[in-house]
């Protein structure tokens, strides 16, 4: 992720606008959030492997299911959710029902269509979990927090999510793949 400045075009491309390098400033704030993030996301995994044997983004689809009436959702719902492609969810789902912590439904009304549905196995996963995963988000986030910084965080967080969901109609998502 290479944000400084390249080499100029070459003579066969001709002349192209100058990109907007970031500033030293900039490019300190972008290398944090980029270590932050990376080093948060592993240890998140590392716990929820240590506690339960899945990886964090295995345990956010338990939590969507465990949030969704009748502990059920679309798989296409559960895609857009987790912000991921349907193969990757597929996949997903396969490795949890393999666990007997999720199951498929047909969808009645689509033949196409399937819900994943969070068994009750799934549940007590998730209830077992929980504890040692929100002390661990607390430890390494929200602890290190004045409440001024969570609230500014939380604002930012939402401004940048916002920016990025796209509003075209065709756009190129993960879960339409």
């Not at 969507?64 to 996949?91: C, F, G, N, V, W």
């Not at 196995?121 to 290190?144: I, K, N, S, Y």
């Amino acid at each position: 992720m290479n944000t400084a400045p390249a080499p100029g075009p070459s003579p066969a491309s001709g002349p192209t606008e100058e990109p907007r390098w970031l500033s030293d400033g900039e490019q300190r704030v972008w290398r944090s959030y980029l270590q932050a993030t990376t080093l948060l996301e592993d240890h998140l995994d590392r716990q929820l492997q240590r506690d339960a044997g899945m990886p964090h983004i295995y345990y956010g689809l338990l939590v969507k299911l465990a949030d969704s009436p009748q502990r059920r959702l679309r798989m296409t719902e559960l895609a857009m959710y987790a912000k991921i492609t349907r193969s990757r969810l597929s996949h997903a789902i396969a490795r949890l029902e393999k666990n007997g912590w999720v199951r498929r439904e047909n969808c009645p009304s689509d033949k196409r269509g399937q819900f994943a549905v969070l068994t009750d196995e799934g549940h007590a996963v998730l209830e077992r979990t929980a504890p040692g995963h929100v002390a661990a988000v607390r430890g390494a986030l929200f602890d290190r927090l004045t409440p001024e910084q969570q609230k500014s965080l939380g604002e930012i967080m939402r401004i940048v999510a916002e920016g990025l969901e796209p509003d075209e109609a065709g756009a190129d998502l993960p879960w339409l793949r």
